[in-house]
C-alpha cells in the first residue's frame, strides 16, 4: 500500500527516529512503513492517522 | 536498533536459563554413569536439564507475545515459522532416510539445536525477501 508518511514527516521536518518516538515502534518500523515493505495494522493505522491529525485515507492510499 | 524492554527481559531470561542449563547438564554427567539404566533415579536428574531447555522455548515466546513493535513482532514470527518449516523437513526427511536405509541414527536431541540455527536461515529469509533480517535479541 501506498502512503504519504515521508512527505508529512518531511512537512514537520520530523527524522524516522523522532517519528518513531512518538508512535512508541522502532525506527526499522516506520523505514519499513514508508518504503511499502509493511502495511501497518488498523490500531497502529489509527495511531498514525491521530498523530498527524489527518484521516486514515489522507495518508495511506490505494495501490 | 537500541534494546527495547521485551529484548532486554529476553537476554536476561536466556542468560540465566543458559547458566541453570549448563549447571544441570554437568550435574547429570556428573550424577549418571555412562550407559546407566533408564530408572526413577537416572531419569529423574536427566530431564532437569530438559526443564532449562523448556525455559528456553517458553522465554522465546514470552519475548514475542511482550513485543510491542507490531513490525519486530511479524519479523521473529516468520524467523520461527522458516525455522518450524525447515525443522520439520530435515527431521521428516531423515526420519524417512532412517525407516529405509542404514544411515547412522540422530538423536532427538539435536531438533532444537537445528531450530535455532533455523532462526538463522529465517532471519536470512527476512534480508533477502523484506530487506531487513531483524533484530539479534
Same mark, same amino acid.
Given at each position: 500500500m501506498k502512503n504519504r508518511l515521508k512527505v508529512l514527516r518531511a512537512e514537520r521536518d520530523w527524522s524516522q527516529g523522532d517519528l518513531a518516538e512518538r508512535l512508541e515502534v522502532s525506527r526499522q518500523s516506520v523505514n519499513a512503513i514508508e518504503t511499502g515493505k509493511y502495511d501497518p495494522s488498523l490500531p497502529l493505522a489509527f495511531r498514525i492517522a491521530d498523530l498527524f491529525g489527518l484521516p486514515i485515507e489522507d495518508i495511506f492510499l490505494r495501490d | 536498533m537500541a534494546k527495547n524492554p521485551a529484548q532486554r527481559r529476553y537476554m536476561r531470561r536466556m542468560i540465566l536459563l543458559s547458566v541453570a542449563y549448563i549447571a544441570a547438564v554437568m550435574l547429570a554427567s556428573w550424577l549418571i554413569p555412562d550407559? %546407566? %539404566?533408564?530408572t526413577l533415579l537416572t531419569v529423574t536428574i536427566a530431564l532437569v536439564p530438559a526443564l532449562a531447555t523448556s525455559g528456553f522455548i517458553w522465554a522465546m515466546a514470552s519475548y514475542v507475545a511482550e513485543l510491542k513493535d507490531e513490525y519486530v513482532r511479524m519479523l521473529e514470527i516468520r524467523k520461527m515459522l522458516v525455522a518450524t518449516g525447515l525443522t520439520l523437513a530435515l527431521t521428516s526427511g531423515w526420519g524417512i532416510l532412517e525407516l529405509f536405509t542404514n544411515v547412522p541414527r540422530v538423536q532427538l536431541f539435536y531438533v532444537f539445536p537445528v531450530w535455532c540455527m533455523g532462526l538463522a536461515v529465517g532471519s536470512l529469509v527476512n534480508k533477502v525477501t523484506i530487506g531487513d533480517g531483524g533484530p539479534c535479541p
Open positions: - | 550407559d %546407566a %539404566a533408564a
